[in-house]
């Protein structure tokens, strides 16, 4: 059975393990956008990791269409 993306972070959410070291989330500092679906963090650090291999990808993607137009 596949799980979505969403599915892993949710999961997660709810155990309060952080999706991006795997540590405890300690009640009351979970850092994100506030969405559970887009998961919960336990720093800053964390969070921007996290989000940063999505935003190297999106820039990868550009680069590669930009180029096949030329």
Do not use: Q
């Not at 405890?24 to 990791?49: N, Q, W």
């Not at 999106?58 to 030329?70: F, M, Q, W, Y």
Request: a neutral charge.
């Amino acid at each position: 059975m596949d799980f979505s993306e969403a599915d892993y972070l949710l999961e997660l959410w709810a155990k309060n393990i952080c999706p991006w070291c795997g540590k405890l989330i300690p009640e009351g500092t979970r850092v994100g956008s506030g969405r559970k679906s887009e998961g919960g963090f336990c720093s800053l650090r964390c969070y921007a990791d996290y989000h940063a291999l999505e935003l190297a990808e999106r820039a990868r993607k550009a680069l590669d269409t930009a180029s096949k137009a030329h």
